[in-house]
């Protein structure tokens, strides 16, 4: 089955610096990327997705970019804040499959 | 409004005992999933219903059988529980690949 690899499984950024996620496939029918947010007890919420034919999508602090050629795709958070501290999933379906396949995650911890 | 909610949010259990869970939408999603979330916070897709139909059994054990009464609703029944059972169980919908919500989640421990 498709693997997704997501890393890296921590990162630790002091509040305003940047971060930046990235997670790699190896199916090329693979065509909607969504990335998720886990806050502690809660269930994961849809941030920002982007489908096979666009590049870079960006919804304020957040934008992902998609590499079709190299296959991968990363998550970027500019000026982060205590707030953005949760675990991220990466996600991806295949073309014609509503499944989702998820990485494993990385827990993103902003320090104030 | 809650869009996907699930219950209960916990649940405590024997060994050997019956279980279910409920999830309803009010999204007007067609399809509906189950996931599961192991102690490393993996998750992975259990089954999915489309308009009341199974479409992804993903190799769980028959004790797990997900019952969709209509296609607002994705029950699942554990039978027989076991240790390794213990979890997180998401419910989640969509339209296609679009508009994916998950539920808050029901932690099931067994004991």
């Known amino acids: 089955g498709e693997n997704v690899e997501q890393h890296p499984s921590t990162l630790s950024v002091q509040e305003g610096d940047s971060a930046v996620i990235k997670c790699t496939y190896s199916d090329s029918a693979s065509n909607y990327f969504p990335w998720y947010k886990q806050e502690l007890g809660k269930g994961p919420q849809l941030i920002i997705d982007i489908r096979s034919n666009v590049g870079e999508k960006k919804d304020q602090r957040i934008a992902v970019t998609l590499n079709k050629t190299a296959k991968h795709f990363s998550l970027h958070i500019t000026e982060t804040q205590p707030e953005d501290s949760a675990v991220y999933f990466c996600?991806?379906?295949?073309?014609?499959?509503?499944?989702?396949?998820f990485g494993k995650g990385t827990k993103l911890t902003v320090n104030p | 409004d809650t869009a996907v909610s699930q219950t209960p949010k916990y649940l405590v259990t024997q060994m050997g005992n019956d279980k279910s869970i409920k999830c309803e939408q009010n999204?007007?999603?067609?399809?509906m999933y189950w996931y599961k979330q192991d102690s490393k916070k993996f998750l992975k897709i259990m089954f999915s219903?489309?308009?009341?139909?199974?479409?992804i059994n993903e190799t769980v054990p028959n004790r797990f059988s997900p019952k969709s009464p209509d296609k607002a609703h994705l029950n699942l029944h554990i039978n027989s529980l076991e240790l390794g059972d213990s979890a997180v169980y998401f419910c989640a919908s969509s339209q296609g690949t679009w508009g994916y919500t998950f539920g808050s989640g029901t932690r099931l421990t067994v004991v």
């Open positions: 996600a991806l379906t295949q073309g014609g499959s509503e499944k989702l396949v």
């Open positions: 999204l007007g999603h067609d399809t």
């Open positions: 219903y489309n308009n009341k139909e199974l479409i």
